[in-house]
Protein backbone atom coordinates (compact mmCIF):
# COMPACT_ATOMS: atom_id res chain seq x y z
CA UNK A 1 0.00 0.00 0.00
CA UNK A 2 1.35 3.67 -1.10
CA UNK A 3 0.16 5.98 1.60
CA UNK A 4 0.54 9.56 1.36
CA UNK A 5 0.76 9.63 -2.57
CA UNK A 6 1.05 12.32 -4.82
CA UNK A 7 2.42 12.90 -8.61
CA UNK A 8 4.62 15.10 -6.53
CA UNK A 9 5.68 13.31 -3.41
CA UNK A 10 5.70 9.90 -1.77
CA UNK A 11 6.92 9.54 1.84
CA UNK A 12 5.97 6.07 2.74
CA UNK A 13 5.23 2.95 1.35
CA UNK A 14 4.07 0.27 2.97
CA UNK A 15 5.04 -3.12 2.62
CA UNK A 16 2.41 -5.46 3.74
CA UNK A 17 3.62 -9.10 4.51
CA UNK A 18 1.98 -9.91 7.70
CA UNK A 19 4.35 -10.13 10.83
CA UNK A 20 7.37 -8.96 8.48
CA UNK A 21 5.46 -6.13 7.23
CA UNK A 22 7.54 -2.86 7.21
CA UNK A 23 7.61 0.57 6.08
CA UNK A 24 10.10 2.20 3.29
CA UNK A 25 10.57 5.87 4.43
CA UNK A 26 11.62 8.82 1.43
CA UNK A 27 10.86 11.92 2.79
CA UNK A 28 14.30 13.54 3.75
CA UNK A 29 14.06 13.75 6.77
CA UNK A 30 17.04 14.69 9.41
CA UNK A 31 19.46 12.50 10.91
CA UNK A 32 17.50 11.95 14.61
CA UNK A 33 14.02 11.68 11.93
CA UNK A 34 16.27 8.84 10.54
CA UNK A 35 16.86 7.58 14.04
CA UNK A 36 13.67 7.55 15.22
CA UNK A 37 12.16 5.78 12.27
CA UNK A 38 14.83 3.31 12.80
CA UNK A 39 14.70 3.11 16.82
CA UNK A 40 11.13 2.50 16.75
CA UNK A 41 11.05 -0.96 15.07
CA UNK A 42 13.89 -1.87 17.25
CA UNK A 43 13.26 -1.42 20.94
CA UNK A 44 16.45 -2.05 22.86
CA UNK A 45 18.63 -3.75 20.57
CA UNK A 46 21.85 -5.39 22.17
CA UNK A 47 24.21 -3.87 19.86
CA UNK A 48 24.21 -1.76 16.60
CA UNK A 49 26.61 -2.46 13.36
CA UNK A 50 26.53 -0.27 10.52
CA UNK A 51 27.98 -1.68 7.39
CA UNK A 52 28.67 1.52 4.82
CA UNK A 53 29.71 1.46 1.53
CA UNK A 54 33.31 3.43 2.29
CA UNK A 55 32.55 5.79 -0.24
CA UNK A 56 28.99 7.11 0.81
CA UNK A 57 31.13 7.55 4.28
CA UNK A 58 33.57 9.47 2.71
CA UNK A 59 31.53 11.92 0.56
CA UNK A 60 28.16 12.18 1.70
CA UNK A 61 27.34 14.60 4.28
CA UNK A 62 24.63 12.78 5.88
CA UNK A 63 26.65 9.90 7.50
CA UNK A 64 28.27 11.48 10.16
CA UNK A 65 25.71 13.35 11.81
CA UNK A 66 23.73 9.63 11.01
CA UNK A 67 26.34 7.70 13.01
CA UNK A 68 26.32 10.31 15.58
CA UNK A 69 22.61 10.56 15.80
CA UNK A 70 22.44 6.77 16.11
CA UNK A 71 24.91 6.99 19.27
CA UNK A 72 23.39 8.95 20.78
CA UNK A 73 20.29 7.02 20.91
CA UNK A 74 20.71 2.75 20.48
CA UNK A 75 23.62 1.08 22.32
CA UNK A 76 26.98 -0.09 21.26
CA UNK A 77 27.38 1.39 17.63
CA UNK A 78 30.02 1.06 15.64
CA UNK A 79 30.52 1.17 12.08
CA UNK A 80 32.36 -1.27 9.14
CA UNK A 81 33.29 -0.07 5.67
CA UNK A 82 32.35 -1.77 3.08
CA UNK A 83 34.60 -1.71 -0.31
CA UNK A 84 32.82 0.85 -2.65
CA UNK A 85 29.69 -0.75 -4.54
CA UNK A 86 29.91 -3.98 -6.56
CA UNK A 87 33.33 -4.52 -4.71
CA UNK A 88 31.37 -5.25 -1.36
CA UNK A 89 29.07 -8.02 -3.40
CA UNK A 90 31.15 -10.63 -2.57
CA UNK A 91 31.76 -13.92 -0.25
CA UNK A 92 35.42 -12.69 0.73
CA UNK A 93 33.64 -9.47 1.50
CA UNK A 94 30.40 -10.78 3.56
CA UNK A 95 33.31 -13.18 5.34
CA UNK A 96 35.16 -9.93 5.99
CA UNK A 97 32.17 -8.58 7.52
CA UNK A 98 30.88 -11.23 9.48
CA UNK A 99 34.26 -11.52 11.28
CA UNK A 100 33.79 -8.22 12.37
CA UNK A 101 30.83 -8.70 13.69
CA UNK A 102 31.85 -11.71 15.91
CA UNK A 103 34.86 -10.22 16.81
CA UNK A 104 33.15 -7.18 18.12
CA UNK A 105 30.68 -9.12 20.05
CA UNK A 106 27.36 -8.52 17.94
CA UNK A 107 24.59 -11.42 19.54
CA UNK A 108 21.26 -12.45 17.93
CA UNK A 109 20.34 -9.27 19.56
CA UNK A 110 22.17 -6.76 17.99
CA UNK A 111 20.72 -5.49 14.60
CA UNK A 112 22.26 -4.22 10.89
CA UNK A 113 22.00 -0.91 9.38
CA UNK A 114 23.37 -0.95 5.35
CA UNK A 115 23.92 2.53 4.11
CA UNK A 116 24.56 2.94 0.66
CA UNK A 117 23.56 1.99 -2.85
CA UNK A 118 22.10 -1.26 -3.80
CA UNK A 119 25.69 -2.77 -3.75
CA UNK A 120 25.92 -2.09 -0.09
CA UNK A 121 22.29 -3.01 1.03
CA UNK A 122 22.58 -6.51 -0.88
CA UNK A 123 25.50 -6.94 1.52
CA UNK A 124 24.09 -5.92 4.42
CA UNK A 125 20.92 -7.23 4.11
CA UNK A 126 22.84 -10.73 3.20
CA UNK A 127 25.15 -10.70 6.02
CA UNK A 128 22.08 -9.80 8.06
CA UNK A 129 20.64 -12.99 6.85
CA UNK A 130 23.24 -15.68 7.58
CA UNK A 131 25.18 -13.99 10.61
CA UNK A 132 23.82 -15.96 13.51
CA UNK A 133 21.62 -17.51 11.61
CA UNK A 134 20.04 -14.68 10.50
CA UNK A 135 19.32 -11.27 12.55
CA UNK A 136 17.45 -8.40 12.15
CA UNK A 137 18.45 -5.63 9.88
CA UNK A 138 17.08 -1.67 8.17
CA UNK A 139 18.34 -0.19 5.42
CA UNK A 140 19.25 3.75 4.28
CA UNK A 141 19.27 3.32 0.73
CA UNK A 142 21.72 6.40 -0.98
CA UNK A 143 20.33 6.32 -4.47
CA UNK A 144 17.22 5.64 -6.24
CA UNK A 145 17.72 2.66 -7.97
CA UNK A 146 18.58 1.48 -4.02
CA UNK A 147 15.55 2.61 -2.85
CA UNK A 148 12.77 1.86 -5.27
CA UNK A 149 14.23 -1.56 -5.81
CA UNK A 150 16.87 -3.36 -4.01
CA UNK A 151 15.38 -1.85 -0.62
CA UNK A 152 12.13 -3.70 -1.50
CA UNK A 153 11.37 -6.82 -1.46
CA UNK A 154 13.71 -8.72 0.49
CA UNK A 155 16.39 -10.11 -2.31
CA UNK A 156 19.74 -10.21 -0.23
CA UNK A 157 22.77 -11.25 -2.00
CA UNK A 158 26.19 -10.94 -3.69
CA UNK A 159 27.73 -11.91 -6.82
CA UNK A 160 30.06 -15.30 -7.29
CA UNK A 161 32.41 -15.54 -10.81
CA UNK A 162 29.87 -17.75 -12.21
CA UNK A 163 27.37 -14.71 -12.21
CA UNK A 164 26.02 -11.87 -10.63
CA UNK A 165 23.73 -12.42 -7.39
CA UNK A 166 23.82 -16.06 -7.56
CA UNK A 167 24.28 -16.13 -3.78
CA UNK A 168 21.43 -14.85 -1.88
CA UNK A 169 19.10 -15.21 0.76
CA UNK A 170 15.56 -13.59 1.00
CA UNK A 171 15.67 -11.48 4.19
CA UNK A 172 13.10 -8.86 5.37
CA UNK A 173 14.36 -5.65 6.45
CA UNK A 174 12.34 -4.17 9.63
CA UNK A 175 12.23 -0.23 7.74
CA UNK A 176 14.37 1.30 5.61
CA UNK A 177 14.72 4.93 5.49
CA UNK A 178 16.48 6.57 2.30
CA UNK A 179 19.08 9.03 2.51
CA UNK A 180 18.97 11.89 -0.01
CA UNK A 181 21.65 14.27 -0.01
CA UNK A 182 23.12 16.67 -2.46
CA UNK A 183 25.98 13.21 -3.38
CA UNK A 184 23.15 11.66 -4.29
CA UNK A 185 22.94 9.99 -7.79
CA UNK A 186 19.21 11.98 -8.05
CA UNK A 187 19.11 15.61 -9.17
CA UNK A 188 17.47 17.93 -6.32
CA UNK A 189 16.59 14.64 -4.32
CA UNK A 190 13.55 14.83 -5.76
CA UNK A 191 11.00 12.36 -7.11
CA UNK A 192 10.77 11.57 -10.90
CA UNK A 193 7.30 12.01 -12.41
CA UNK A 194 7.34 8.26 -13.05
CA UNK A 195 8.55 7.11 -9.70
CA UNK A 196 4.26 6.36 -8.69
CA UNK A 197 4.77 3.82 -11.50
CA UNK A 198 8.39 2.99 -10.55
CA UNK A 199 7.53 2.61 -6.62
CA UNK A 200 4.23 0.18 -8.04
CA UNK A 201 6.51 -2.03 -9.83
CA UNK A 202 8.56 -2.18 -6.35
CA UNK A 203 5.10 -3.34 -4.25
CA UNK A 204 4.15 -5.94 -6.84
CA UNK A 205 7.46 -7.45 -6.38
CA UNK A 206 6.35 -7.94 -2.84
CA UNK A 207 3.09 -10.21 -3.58
CA UNK A 208 4.90 -13.32 -3.92
CA UNK A 209 5.59 -12.84 -0.30
CA UNK A 210 2.82 -11.61 1.31
CA UNK A 211 1.31 -15.19 0.00
CA UNK A 212 4.43 -16.52 1.63
N1 LIG B 1 18.13 -6.79 -4.06
C1 LIG B 1 17.45 -6.38 -5.12
O1 LIG B 1 16.26 -6.62 -5.26
C2 LIG B 1 18.18 -5.53 -6.15
C3 LIG B 1 17.44 -4.88 -7.13
C4 LIG B 1 18.12 -4.08 -8.04
C5 LIG B 1 19.50 -3.96 -7.97
N2 LIG B 1 20.18 -4.60 -7.00
C6 LIG B 1 21.64 -4.48 -6.91
O2 LIG B 1 21.97 -3.11 -6.68
C7 LIG B 1 23.30 -2.90 -7.13
C8 LIG B 1 23.39 -1.59 -7.86
O3 LIG B 1 23.00 -0.58 -6.95
P1 LIG B 1 23.33 0.96 -7.25
O4 LIG B 1 22.93 1.33 -8.62
O5 LIG B 1 22.77 1.74 -6.12
O6 LIG B 1 24.92 1.02 -7.28
P2 LIG B 1 26.07 0.77 -6.20
O7 LIG B 1 25.54 0.40 -4.87
O8 LIG B 1 27.06 -0.14 -6.84
O9 LIG B 1 26.69 2.22 -6.10
C9 LIG B 1 27.26 2.79 -7.26
C10 LIG B 1 28.28 3.84 -6.86
O10 LIG B 1 27.62 4.96 -6.26
C11 LIG B 1 28.28 5.28 -5.05
N3 LIG B 1 27.28 5.92 -4.21
C12 LIG B 1 26.22 5.35 -3.60
N4 LIG B 1 25.52 6.28 -2.93
C13 LIG B 1 26.14 7.45 -3.11
C14 LIG B 1 25.90 8.78 -2.66
N5 LIG B 1 24.86 9.11 -1.90
N6 LIG B 1 26.79 9.73 -3.03
C15 LIG B 1 27.83 9.43 -3.81
N7 LIG B 1 28.13 8.20 -4.28
C16 LIG B 1 27.28 7.23 -3.92
C17 LIG B 1 28.85 3.99 -4.54
O11 LIG B 1 29.96 4.20 -3.70
C18 LIG B 1 29.29 3.32 -5.84
O12 LIG B 1 30.58 3.77 -6.22
C19 LIG B 1 23.67 -4.10 -7.98
O13 LIG B 1 24.58 -4.92 -7.31
C20 LIG B 1 22.35 -4.82 -8.19
O14 LIG B 1 22.51 -6.23 -8.32
C21 LIG B 1 19.55 -5.39 -6.09
Not at 55 to 80: G, M, N
Not at 109 to 134: C, E, K, P, Q, S
Not at 201 to 206: E, G, L, Q, S
Request: glycine share 8%; charged share 20%; aromatic share 8%.
Amino acid sequence: MVSDVSRRSVTTLHVPLAERSYDVHMARLGADEVVEKIASVFGKPSGVAVLVDEHVAQVSPRFAPLLAALEARLPRVRHFPLPRGESAKNLLSVERTCEWLAQNGYDRGAVVIGVGGGAATDHAGFVAAIYLRGIAFALCPTTLLAVVDASVGGKTGVDISAGKNLVGAFHQPRVVVAIWDSSTRFPNARLPPAWPKWSGRAHRRCRPFRRA
